[in-house]
């Protein structure tokens, strides 16, 4: 059966005193859902907000890890180093990542399969730019990046991958993307997990949707039978708003 989950990338937001408090809000909130509960701080406060959320029904997980093991690769963070700290999941391929920091398929690759190696469940981001979309080449843009990025891997690697569609067009652009298109294009990655890797991937997969999750529009969007949940950006900011979209199930 597929998970339901629910992950606040809080992006570069949030000094350690806010971090704290948007931790404390968050723990007067309810949960009425069956959905995990994920939340990705700064770097800086990984340590402080797993700590605080030891005992709680939140997950602390990280934005990014390096490919190698450990060198001089300055400013960078391993995965060990997250493991060290109580991390156990790590958000690889965000489409912020790929644009301001040229992280490509390959590279994705080498990241993905150093946090396998080292027993880190990924949430592997992908989607297609809005040129793509409007060129109706959507579709051979989500399945290029999924193929380069994950298809070397063996089947038995897909129980530590949950899958986050990213419709880079519809964030921020003025664009909108309606839970019909989020549908169809969830519906089409599973097909292609299915031609690759049979159902009994496809169907286990959990496929999280990223296209402005915000309270107004999760009850629709996690209605749709192929959307287990959301990766939730500046919603996640606000503890009743990100509260509102976990208990949108």
């Given amino acids: 059966m597929r998970k339901n989950i ?4 809080w992006k570069m937001n949030n000094d350690l005193p806010q971090t704290e408090a948007l931790i404390s809000d968050l ?7 069956n959905a995990e509960v994920m939340i990705a701080p700064a770097f800086t406060n990984l340590w402080q907000a797993f700590e605080t959320t030891r005992h709680d029904d939140i997950e602390v997980i990280a934005q990014n890890m390096h490919f190698a093991t450990n060198g001089a690769y300055t400013g960078e963070v391993s995965a060990d180093m997250l ?3 109580g991390i156990q999941t790590v958000i690889l391929g965000h489409s912020e990542r790929r644009a301001y920091f040229n992280e490509d398929d390959a590279i994705l690759a080498k990241k993905v399969d150093q946090a396998l190696s080292k027993d880190l469940r990924v949430i592997f981001c992908f989607g297609e730019e809005l040129a793509d979309r409007k060129a109706a080449n959507h579709e051979a843009v989500v399945a290029s990046q999924i193929q380069n990025a994950l298809f070397h891997l063996d089947a038995s690697a897909f129980k530590n991958i949950v899958l986050a569609y990213e419709p880079v067009w519809a964030i921020g652009t003025g664009e909108t993307a309606s839970p019909e298109q989020a549908q169809d294009m969830h519906k089409f990655i ?3 997990l299915n031609d690759k890797y049979g159902n009994q991937v496809a169907d286990h997969m959990t496929i999280l949707y990223g296209g402005s ?3 107004t529009n999760a009850k629709e969007i996690f ?4 959307v287990d949940g959301g990766l939730i950006g500046g919603a996640a900011l606000k503890a009743e708003d990100f509260y509102a979209i976990v208990n949108a199930f």
Wanted: glycine residues 4%; proline residues 8%; without cysteine.
């Fill in 6 to 9: 629910v992950a606040g990338n």
């Fill in 223 to 226: 209605s749709k039978p192929d």
């Fill in 213 to 215: 999750v915000k309270p």
């Fill in 27 to 33: 723990k007067k909130q309810t949960k009425t859902s």
């Fill in 190 to 192: 599973r097909k292609t």
């Fill in 83 to 85: 493991k060290s700290i």
